[in-house]
C-alpha cells in the first residue's frame, strides 16, 4: 500500500509561470516532509521540508505548504526556470529515520 | 560530486554472477541506507545501516546481502538476481535523526 503518493507522472509549465507538485498522504503519524530533486544519471537532492507543527515553509523560489487535514502538502515553485526540469519526489518521515518517497512527478519547464 | 560516491555507475549482470555495489561517504554521517528505484514505483528502501549495524532489512529477499565494515564504507553483494531485479540502485547517509540524506548517483543495474 503506498503510503505517500505523487498521482501526477508529469506536469508541463511555461517558463516563468506557477508549477505546483501534488502530495498525498496516509499514515497520520508522519510528522516530516520532504521534496527531493532529481536530474537524470544523477541522485536526489533534497530541496526544501516541513514539519508537521507548520503549515508553510520557505525558501527562495520554492515554497511548501501542508494541510494536514487533508493529508495534502504541495510544492510551488515560482517562477519556473528551464533548470527547475526535474523529477520531484514528495517523501515523509515518521518517527523513525526512514522516509517513505512518492513515485515522483517529471517537471517540464516549456521555453 | 554530492560526497556520497557509488560504484560502479553501470552493471550488466548474468542471473548466475556475483558482483559488489560499493557506497562511499566521507561526510561523517553516522547511517547509510540502501535504496531500489524500479521504473513507475516509489523509491522503496532496502537496508538501513546505523553506526555499522543494521537496523533494519525491509523484507528484501537473501540474494541482496548488504555489508558495512565501517561507518564510510556500504557494500551490498548479488547473488543469483533476478530480471526483476534490474533497477536504480540508491546509497544514501545521514546523521542518525536527521532527514537530510544526501544520495549516491546510482548504480544502474541490468540482470540478463
Known amino acids: 500500500d503506498q503510503q505517500v503518493k505523487q498521482n501526477s507522472p508529469s506536469l508541463s509549465v511555461q517558463e516563468g509561470r506557477i508549477s505546483i507538485l501534488n502530495c498525498d498522504y496516509t499514515n497520520s503519524m508522519f510528522d516530516y516532509f520532504l521534496w527531493y530533486k532529481k536530474y537524470p544519471a544523477e541522485g536526489p537532492t533534497f530541496l526544501i521540508s516541513?514539519?508537521?507543527?507548520?503549515d508553510k515553509n520557505e525558501d527562495g523560489r520554492f515554497t511548501v505548504f501542508l494541510n494536514k487535514s487533508a493529508k495534502h502538502l504541495s510544492l510551488h515553485i515560482v517562477p519556473s526556470q528551464p533548470g527547475d526540469s526535474a523529477v520531484y519526489f514528495c517523501?515523509?518521515?515518521?518517527?523513525?529515520?526512514?522516509?517513505?518517497f512518492g513515485k515522483g512527478t517529471r517537471l517540464h519547464i516549456l521555453p | 560530486e554530492t560526497g556520497v560516491t557509488q560504484t560502479p555507475r553501470h552493471l550488466v549482470m548474468g542471473m548466475t554472477n556475483k558482483k559488489s555495489l560499493k557506497c562511499e561517504q566521507h561526510l561523517g554521517h553516522n547511517a547509510m541506507y540502501w535504496y531500489k528505484q524500479s521504473a513507475k514505483k516509489p523509491l522503496e528502501l532496502m537496508f538501513v545501516y546505523s553506526l555499522e549495524e543494521r537496523v533494519e532489512n525491509n523484507s528484501v529477499p537473501s540474494r541482496f546481502s548488504p555489508e558495512c565494515p565501517n561507518s564510510s564504507h556500504l557494500f551490498l553483494h548479488l547473488h543469483t538476481l533476478q530480471p526483476e531485479d534490474s533497477a536504480l540502485y540508491l546509497c544514501a547517509s545521514s546523521h542518525r535523526g536527521n532527514y537530510g540524506y544526501t544520495f549516491g548517483s546510482g548504480t544502474r543495474l541490468t540482470v540478463v
Open positions: 516541513i514539519s508537521s507543527i507548520k
Open positions: 517523501a515523509a518521515s515518521d518517527r523513525d529515520d526512514k522516509i517513505i
